[in-house]
Nanobody, 128 residues
Framework: QVQPVESGGGSVQAGGSMRLSCVLS????????VGWFRQAPGKEPEGIVV????????FYADSVKGRFTLTQDNAKHTLYLQMNSLKPEDTATYYC?????????????????????RGQGTQVTVSS
């Protein structure tokens, strides 16, 4: 199994930027679908980005497309979520997630919320 651990949350003003990190520990030799989902208070979880380990293809939710970027450092088994032009509606707890590739979630952004492995979450607060 693989265990994601997030870091990098905090507070920022609207229009600002923030970068979240996620270290994958455990069985990193396996191929996974990796990405992020978020959950705001009182709302359903929302998948925002998903891709393959190795980073050859990445898929974004419309709500973050053009503002958020997923990158990977495979040598460090680390994912990064660069978030630019942040809006108050981006306020949420952000979760890093990984799901074995054979379950086919690598191209379905909405599906990353159902991943078998997820971190504890990190809070992002965007003030207006």
């Amino acid at each position: 199994q693989v265990q994601p651990v997030e870091s990098g949350g905090g507070s920022v003003q609207a229009g600002g930027s923030m970068r979240l990190s996620c270290v994958l520990s455990g069985n990193t030799a396996k191929n996974y679908c990796v990405g992020w989902f978020r959950q705001a208070p009182g709302k359903e979880p929302e998948g925002i980005v998903v891709g393959y380990t190795g980073g050859e293809r990445t898929f974004y939710a419309d709500s973050v497309k053009g503002r958020f970027t997923l990158t990977q450092d495979n040598a460090k088994h680390t994912l990064y979520l660069q978030m630019n032009s942040l809006k108050p509606e981006d306020t949420a707890t952000y979760y890093c997630a990984a799901d074995p590739e054979e379950y086919g979630r690598c191209t379905v952004v909405s599906g990353i919320r159902w991943s078998r492995h997820r971190g504890q979450g990190t809070q992002v607060t965007v003030s207006s």
